[in-house]
């Protein structure tokens, strides 16, 4: 499959719609799976992986649902292509890169549903909605798993739930998160003290890319951290009532950020708009902590000609991989930076929007 | 007197504890207490905690194809299936295979107790497992109705009958 064919979509995560979608970038429900009678991923030889593959293949492509899942062999990928697909959130970092040997993803059309293959599961059942939308997400992946199983005989014990390789994820294998935009939070600093509380009630707040990143661009994930003894319907609901009052906070303190420093504001969206525009170098960095800003002026209406989803296009194709495909050669370091910045002042001067 | 539960001889050593509200006992005769590090050689009233405890793990947790142990060091586990050292799980927290949560049972529960804060799985079971279920309960619903007959209850058997009625047109 030629990935490039992607590049033009924003994929779903970042469609920029949905409910709550000034705040609420998307949701996101994964399930770990496992085959009942084969080791886990860590002590499976590449026999068994190859077996493992075949058969999660043959289950995906058999399997009856409304959409079809194209399978990629991310072994035969070449970096810059399994980067790409990291950046489009469609796999984890760790089976692009960490782990080797026959493992795969498929997914669909509009990248909203994934299965990963021969991650530390045999299977990463995986749904995206843009905006705030968990419960859509839980009633796809709920049917994507039934289609699977009929199929697939997965690991299940009386007690303990569905097996999985670390026991952090036994139980309904489930984990669900939100990626929520925090810049006002963020810049009064509430933000550490929202992140302590949420600790105590077991959920995890992780930066853009999952697992020990940190957080870019003011953007957070909050998810579950328990999977054994409350339903999957129960999980939800706590991040739906959580998630709705970190929504309450963030919109407060924007509305105290316009009421009580616009002027400073509107500065400070000018000038990121100022600095993306002009700049001849600029890190990956640097331009999502801008992004943010004009994000937020966006928001906030102190910047009014540039629509959201542009700002999603700017902060995907100026991610690493996604830079390289568009420029069509490998770039190291520096020379990203360059075309980074190349790139940003070619789109805002299409845009026209640089001028204000 | 019950018979030791090792070699079948009268037990002498009698073994109860409790956990989560579960009793459970183990019988044994003073040789095998002895071969099993319970009882200290030289005559002492000191029973020996440590050995007890990994006991009473072994024999409770359930091990199908049972967990090779080393000296009865709950440590020494290796899983029949996969091959993996309870050391080897302890270094980097990944299980395995599906068996590793029988092996592996007594280290777990404490790990799965701090993580989760639970150790009965709610939510979604797989359809396979749901129909053996109803399959079983339906089993066990024919086994009692059978059982009420030749007891000559009639009331109980209808009451059952109705029941097995019930679950059979549901499926």
């Given at each position: 499959m030629n990935l490039d064919r992607l590049l033009p979509n924003l994929g779903e995560w970042l469609r920029g719609i949905g409910p709550e979608s000034d705040i609420v970038v998307s949701s996101r429900v994964r399930l770990a799976r496992n085959l009942a009678d084969m080791p886990f991923g860590n002590r499976a030889n590449a026999e068994q992986k190859t077996e493992t593959e075949t058969r999660v293949r043959n289950a995906v492509a058999t399997a009856s649902l409304p959409y079809a899942l194209e399978f990629v062999?991310?072994?035969?990928?070449?970096?810059?292509?399994?980067?790409?697909?990291?950046?489009?959130?469609?796999?984890?970092?760790?089976?692009?890169?960490?782990?080797?040997?026959?493992?795969?993803?498929?997914?669909?059309?509009?990248?909203?549903?994934s299965v990963m293959v021969n991650e530390e599961d045999h299977l990463r059942l995986q749904v995206m909605r843009s905006g705030l939308a968990l419960d859509e997400a839980w009633?796809?992946?709920?049917?994507?798993?039934?289609?699977?199983?009929?199929?697939?005989?997965?690991?299940?014990?009386?007690?303990?739930?569905?097996?999985?390789?670390?026991?952090?994820?036994?139980?309904?294998?489930?984990?669900?998160?939100?990626?929520?935009?925090?810049?006002?939070?963020?810049?009064?600093?509430?933000?550490?003290?929202?992140?302590?509380?949420?600790?105590?009630?077991?959920?995890?707040?992780?930066?853009?890319?999952?697992?020990?990143?940190?957080?870019?661009?003011?953007?957070?994930?909050i998810s579950n951290q328990v999977t054994l003894g409350k339903s999957e319907s129960r999980v939800l609901q706590e991040i739906r009532e959580v998630i709705a009052q970190i929504i309450q906070y963030e919109r407060r303190a924007?509305?105290?950020?316009?009421?009580?420093r616009r002027q400073a504001e509107q500065d400070r969206v000018a000038r990121a708009i100022g600095t993306l525009g002009s700049a001849t170098m600029i890190t990956s960095e640097e331009t999502m902590e801008l992004l943010s800003t004009v994000r937020l002026g966006i928001q906030l209406h102190l910047l009014d000609d540039l629509p959201p989803t542009t700002v999603n296009q700017l902060f995907i194709h100026t991610q690493a991989a996604h830079l390289q495909k568009l420029?069509?050669?490998?770039?190291?370091?520096?020379?990203?930076?360059?075309?980074?910045?190349?790139?940003?002042r070619n789109r805002l001067r299409e845009l026209g929007s640089h001028q204000r | 007197m019950p018979d030791c539960q090792f070699c079948g001889d009268p037990a002498t050593v009698h073994l109860t504890d409790i956990?989560?509200?579960?009793?459970?006992?183990?019988?044994?005769?003073?040789?095998?207490?002895?071969?099993?590090?319970?009882?200290?050689?030289?005559?002492?009233?000191?029973?020996?905690?440590?050995?007890?405890?990994?006991?009473?793990?072994?024999?409770?947790?359930?091990?199908?194809?049972?967990?090779?142990?080393?000296?009865?060091?709950?440590t020494a586990l290796t899983c029949p299936t996969c091959g993996l050292k309870y050391a080897q799980f302890r270094a980097d927290g990944r299980l395995g295979c599906p068996e590793d949560y029988e092996v592996f049972y007594p280290v777990l529960v404490p790990i799965l107790e701090r993580v989760h804060r639970g150790l009965q799985h709610h939510g979604k079971v797989p359809h396979a497992v749901r129909q053996r279920r109803e399959r079983d309960e339906l089993d066990d619903l024919k086994g009692q109705l059978a059982e009420a007959v030749a007891a000559e209850d009639y009331e109980e058997a209808a009451r059952l009958r109705d029941r097995i009625r019930g679950k059979e047109t549901a499926e």
């Open positions: 062999d991310v072994a035969k990928l070449t970096p810059i292509d399994r980067q790409f697909l990291v950046e489009r959130q469609l796999m984890s970092r760790e089976l692009a890169s960490v782990l080797d040997g026959p493992r795969g993803v498929a997914f669909n059309e509009t990248e909203s549903v009633t796809e992946i709920d049917r994507l798993d039934d289609a699977l199983e009929a199929n697939l005989a997965f690991a299940f014990h009386d007690q303990f739930g569905y097996l999985t390789a670390c026991p952090t994820n036994v139980g309904t294998g489930m984990r669900a998160s939100v990626m929520l935009h925090l810049p006002a939070l963020s810049l009064t600093k509430e933000i550490e003290k929202l992140f302590r509380s949420l600790q105590k009630i077991n959920l995890v707040v992780r930066g853009l890319y999952g697992e020990g990143s940190r957080a870019s661009g003011d953007l957070y994930q924007r509305q105290l950020l316009l009421k009580e420029m069509g050669t490998p770039l190291d370091g520096e020379e990203r930076n360059a075309a980074r910045a190349k790139y940003l | 956990v989560n509200k579960k009793k459970r006992e183990m019988h044994l005769c003073e040789n095998c207490a002895r071969r099993q590090n319970l009882l200290p050689d030289a005559p002492s009233p000191q029973l020996n905690l440590p050995a007890l405890l990994q006991l009473l793990m072994n024999q409770f947790a359930p091990v199908p194809g049972g967990a090779e142990t080393d000296e009865g060091d709950p």
